[in-house]
């Protein structure tokens, strides 16, 4: 193990960070040592998938190789700590004390961690061992946590259209020399949900997969060892789902652009028994890795719709979530401070059912996507934000429940991902003072609940299902239909002054008192048989 400068920084790259060009790389200079780290606390204090921790962990000794063969003859030294190495602690805090003992750096420095958590920790212990800490902004983001903060401060709702029409402005992607929107529109959602008929999707172009190289079979050795219990599967072929390098992850842009872009748009918000990929891009684990560069990836889809080979609903939608959501969100978290995570605005306290760890329910949709989930670590926007998602929230699981659940079990998962979009999105959770009346959610002003029927239009899941979307009472009522009605029922005085609920409140209103009492009875009863109460 590297073991040489005494006087060097203590250069701290966590494994969300594997940019080459981060200012924090680029900057390493004669006598720092890097210290990367592999430990049993970040794939346990949420449980993690195996193939997300399998994923990260292999992404990180391929970058600490690269880093060793660019930095090593420049007197910069990689201090890489594997999952098995004989003394390891198991966390990060106790591992960069380890090595600020053994190395006695002159400061800490780092690039901004993704997650409240360790940015405090990191804070902490540089404190303790009573050494100077560098926190280097994250460039690969293109709106810093500063600017969003201007734009944000002041406004009682964040609306990422507003924000989305500003990103378009500064970089200039599918603008008009006149500074229109290319087409006319600014968003073109609505043209985005087609539904596949009764036919199905037909022959899907299958993604691309990656040969487990020696490092990531090694890799799989040590998680099959040191963390035997993780949730999720992982199959024993020859080959691994997702990108590790950036030249895999080079490759599997190149495939979506190819293969999948052109009909991303219209089936953007489609599902279909067995197809949990569809048309979707799959780039968002080496995004959130940063192996690559959001930029990169819009300039390779505009250039495909430049080309004529993909059309401007696909480009706008991706290009849409690439500067749009993915910066509001990243923007929110920060913003909101670290007791965002820990909102629940309407009080939602049940427990998460065991069966989103083994997808073994009756329900056919939730077993369908939890299953996807179980069996790759990813799904798409839809089956998280309107099967399993919409579960959660229907159903009043505890938000923290459920965004540690979509944080650990999905390969793209990373704090400030996933609880703007879990916590926020999903479970309506985020409500702060100072939103305006009747608005009780931040990233929503509306909560994102619907009922069998939006399922059955979305996807095939309802014909193989022994319930029936349409229905709301009896043996065959469709467990997304009574939980959808007794929601409202149960919420009606939180949304009362949202005029966007008006509509839907008043078809509550319209009910019997005894069609109401036989919802909320059978919403509770439901609760209890799935486990949530
Ligand atoms: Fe899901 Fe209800 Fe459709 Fe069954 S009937 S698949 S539970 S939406």
């Not at 690559?292 to 990836?297: D, F, G, I, Q």
Request: aromatic share 10%; charged share 30%.
């Amino acid at each position: 193990m590297a073991k040489k400068s005494e006087n060097g920084r203590l250069a701290v790259v966590f494994g969300d960070q594997l940019d080459p060009d981060a200012a924090l790389i680029k900057g390493l200079r004669k006598g720092d040592n890097v210290l990367m780290m592999e430990v049993v606390e970040e794939s346990q204090h949420v449980p993690s998938h195996i193939q997300r921790t399998v994923m990260f962990l292999s992404a990180m000794r391929h970058f600490a190789a690269d880093l060793r063969d660019t930095h090593q003859d420049k007197g910069v030294e990689v201090r890489y700590i594997e999952l098995d190495a004989k003394g390891n602690t198991g966390s990060f805090a106790t591992e960069i004390e380890r090595a600020a003992k053994d190395l006695k750096p002159s400061s800490i420095v780092c690039t901004e961690p993704g997650e409240w958590r360790v940015l405090e920790m990191i804070e902490d212990v540089a404190d303790s061992l009573k050494l100077e800490l560098e926190v280097l902004p994250d460039e690969h983001f293109m709106t810093t946590r500063e600017e969003f903060a201007k734009w944000a401060d002041g406004r009682k709702s964040l609306t990422m259209e507003y924000f989305y029409r500003e990103q378009r402005k500064k970089t200039g992607y599918l603008m008009t020399k006149k500074g229109d929107p290319v087409g006319g529109d600014w968003n073109l959602d609505k043209e985005n949900r087609e539904t596949f008929g009764k036919d199905g999707p037909g022959k899907v172009p299958a993604p691309k997969r990656f040969p487990m190289d020696d490092i990531t079979k090694a890799v799989v050795n040590a998680v099959r060892k040191k963390l035997p219990d993780l949730p999720g599967e992982l199959d024993d072929t020859e080959d691994f789902r997702w990108p590790v390098t950036r030249k895999e992850a080079l490759a599997a842009l190149k495939d979506f652009i190819k293969n999948r872009l052109e009909k991303f748009g219209p089936f953007e918000d489609a599902m279909w028994t067995g197809e949990p990929v569809l048309y979707h891009s799959l780039i968002s684990p080496a995004i959130n890795l940063k192996l690559l560069n959001p930029r990169e990836c819009c300039e390779k889809a505009l250039a495909a719709y430049n080309e004529g080979d993909a059309p401007l609903q696909s480009v706008e939608g991706f290009v849409r979530q690439l500067i749009g959501w993915r910066e509001f969100i990243r923007g929110v978290y920060w913003f909101e401070g670290p007791g965002y995570g820990k909102r629940n605005s309407l009080e939602a306290g049940g427990k998460l059912p065991e069966f989103y760890w083994t997808g073994e329910i009756d329900m056919a949709c939730l077993r369908e996507t939890i299953g996807q989930v179980l069996e790759t670590g990813h799904n798409h926007h839809i089956p998280r934000l309107m099967v399993m998602g919409n579960f959660a929230l229907l159903a009043g699981v505890h938000p923290r429940a459920i965004t540690d659940w979509y944080l650990g079990m999905f390969v793209d998962g990373i704090d400030w991902v996933t609880t703007p979009n879990t916590l926020g999105m999903v479970m309506h959770a985020d409500g702060r003072d100072g939103l305006g009346k009747g608005v009780t959610g931040l990233v929503g002003t509306k909560p994102y609940a619907a009922s069998g029927q939006y399922i059955k239009r979305m996807s095939n899941f309802c014909t193989n299902c022994r319930y029936d979307p349409g229905k709301k009472t009896g043996d065959e009522a469709c467990p997304f239909s009574v939980l959808y009605w007794d929601f409202l029922i149960r919420h009606q005085d939180d949304f009362k002054d949202n005029q966007r609920m008006a509509m839907i409140l008043k078809n509550v209103d319209r009910m019997k008192p005894e069609q109401r009492a036989e919802l909320t009875r059978d919403g509770k009863r439901l609760r209890k048989e799935l486990g949530i109460e």
